[in-house]
């Protein structure tokens, strides 16, 4: 079983920066594939980036490219999404999920969830 905490969510101007979080418990990330995810209010939820247990395997939604990376950090137990030159589209509920070994970007590929964080984006 894997538990999953996100962090680092906060109210940001619009170009603004912020480094979110996402810290596994129970056991590491090793042999897990980690996605973020977003959810806008009365919107679906919708993938950000996922990344592959060996650093390989890294996508990003057109929507992110060039604004926000996905990365590993050295404990092997947490994942990172910077975002940089934040929009208020970006508003949103943001997710991570992990899953086995194997790229999707299907949300219902992913078996463990953590309980989000807000991000909120003024103009």
């Known amino acids: 079983q894997v538990q999953l905490v996100e962090s680092g969510g906060k109210n940001v101007q619009a170009g603004g920066s912020l480094r979110l979080s996402c810290t596994a418990s129970?056991?590491?990330?090793?042999?897990?594939?980690v996605g973020w995810f977003r959810q806008g209010l009365g919107k679906e939820r919708d993938i950000v980036a996922t990344?592959?247990?060996?650093?390989?395997?890294?996508w990003y939604a057109d929507s992110v490219k060039g604004r926000f990376t996905i990365s590993r950090g050295s404990a092997e137990n947490t994942v990172y999404l910077q975002m940089n030159s934040l929009r208020p589209e970006d508003t949103a509920l943001y997710y991570c999920?992990?899953?086995?070994?194997?790229?999707?970007?299907?949300?219902?590929?992913?078996?463990?969830w953590g309980q989000g964080t807000q991000v909120t984006v003024s103009s």
């Open positions: 999920a992990a899953k086995d070994i194997g790229f999707s970007t299907d949300s219902r590929q992913y078996t463990y």
């Open positions: 129970g056991r590491t990330f090793s042999n897990y594939r």
């Open positions: 990344i592959g247990w060996n650093y390989g395997g890294i």
